[in-house]
Structures are given as structure tokens and as C-alpha cells.
Antibody
Framework: EVQLQESGPGLVKPSQSLSLTCSVTGYSITSNYWGWIRKFPGNKMEWMGYISYSGSTSYNPSLKSRISITRDTSKNQFFLQLNSVTTEDTATYYC???????????WGQGVMVTVSS | DIQMTQSPSLLSASVGDRVTLSCKASQSIYNSLAWYQQKLGEAPKLLIY???SLQTGIPSRFSGSGSGTDYTLTISSLQPEDVATYFCQKYYSGYTFGAGTKLELK
């Protein structure tokens, strides 16, 4: 069974970078697409971006200048880096699989990240 | 940008009721729509994709319908374990989620 697990710091200071890891078991990240989604306080959900089976990436235009998604295929992990964070980046961050650059069929449990000084 | 509007934002229903949730797009999304269920403290779970295809393992009381701009998630007979927030998500021309419908028991 495909399982995803997010990890990373729960507290980040404003202007710093947010870095998260998604560890995948039961499936290779060299197949399909692997994305990041966040859920803000108040329930709004936002797609952030994905990395494909080939390593190509696609990002939400609203984040394009601040976001980077990379991967380590030897560890079957992919990563999120979001630069210059503000308090508005406080959210629960999820990683998920997209079978074909469309919907999200497997999700991690999520990690709550607070941006605060 | 295509906006997604879900209604109602809160729905109270009784066990056994037929429940209908709505998701409207600001322009046609050509059936590129998924529905998710999220229970408190859990990850979202995919219920429906391509507007009307039931994800493997999801009970048959869940169904999706619609086309163009208007889509519906139906629970044919509400069960206590269906209490959750339900989100729609379009994947035509980018990815956007609706604001969610919170479903509670009356």
C-alpha cells in the first residue's frame, strides 16, 4: 500500500525558509506525480506544486518565486522548500500522490507549520 | 482563474437521509472534478474522481454526478461515520479546491 509521511519543523521564523520532507513507502516516486497541498486555518486548501516521475516540476503561479520541489530517488523522498515565509504561510502541509497530474489519491497525515517569531 | 463554490457550507442531516452537496465552477471544467472527505485530525480521502468515478474501496452510497459547471456529491443513506468536511477539487486548467461543506448529524 502507498504510504506518505511528512516531516519537518513545526515552527519557522518569518523571512526564513520552510523545508519539509515527504517519505514514501510502497511505491516508487519515479512513477506518477507527487505534490504538496496546504490547508490554512479556516479550511481553505491550496495546491502548491508537484514533481513528476521524470523530475520535472509544476508550481502554483502564486508561489512560483518562492517555492522549490526536489527529490531523492535513492531514498524515495521528495521535498518542499518555501522561501521568505510570512505568518500567512501558517498552515497544515500535506504531501500526496497524483496518478496522472490530476487528482490526489494518497495523502500523508499532514504536518502543522506555524510561522512566528 | 476558475473559481469553485461549494454549498451549503454547513449541512445537518439525520442517519438514513439522502444528502446532496453542490460544487459549482465559474466556467466549464469538463468533468475534471474530484471529491474528498476529511474527518477531524485525518488526511483527506479521495471519494470520487472524473466527476462520477468511485474510488476503489469507497462505499457505494457515495456517488458523483454533473457536467460543465455544476457537480454534485450524493450520499444515498447517511451513516454516522460520514460526519466530515467534504471538499471538491478541479484539475482542469490548474488545481483549485472548494471551501468545503461541513456535514453534521441532526
Amino acid at each position: 500500500e502507498v504510504q506518505l509521511q511528512e516531516s519537518g519543523p513545526g515552527l519557522v521564523k518569518p523571512s526564513q525558509s520552510l523545508s519539509l520532507t515527504c517519505s514514501v513507502t510502497g511505491y516508487s516516486i519515479t512513477s506518477n506525480y507527487w505534490g504538496w497541498i496546504r490547508k490554512f486555518p479556516g479550511n481553505k486548501m491550496e495546491w502548491m506544486g508537484y514533481i513528476s516521475y521524470s523530475g520535472s516540476t509544476s508550481y502554483n503561479p502564486s508561489l512560483k518565486s518562492r517555492i522549490s520541489i526536489t527529490r531523492d530517488t535513492s531514498k524515495n523522498q521528495f521535498f518542499l522548500q518555501l522561501n521568505s515565509v510570512t505568518t500567512e504561510d501558517t498552515a497544515t502541509y500535506y504531501c500526496a500522490r497524483l496518478p496522472g497530474a490530476d487528482y490526489f489519491d494518497y495523502w500523508g497525515q499532514g504536518v502543522m507549520v506555524t510561522v512566528s517569531s | 482563474d476558475i473559481q469553485m463554490t461549494q454549498s451549503p457550507s454547513l449541512l445537518s442531516a439525520s442517519v438514513g437521509d439522502r444528502v446532496t452537496l453542490s460544487c459549482k465552477a465559474s466556467q466549464s471544467i469538463y468533468n475534471s472534478l474530484a471529491w474528498y472527505q476529511q474527518k477531524l485530525g485525518e488526511a483527506p480521502k479521495l471519494l470520487i474522481y472524473d466527476a462520477n468515478s468511485l474510488q476503489t474501496g469507497i462505499p457505494s452510497r457515495f456517488s458523483g454526478s454533473g457536467s460543465g459547471t455544476d457537480y454534485t456529491l450524493t450520499i444515498s443513506s447517511l451513516q454516522p461515520e460520514d460526519v466530515a468536511t467534504y471538499f471538491c477539487q478541479k484539475y482542469y486548467s490548474g488545481y483549485t479546491f472548494g471551501a468545503g461543506t461541513k456535514l453534521e448529524l441532526k
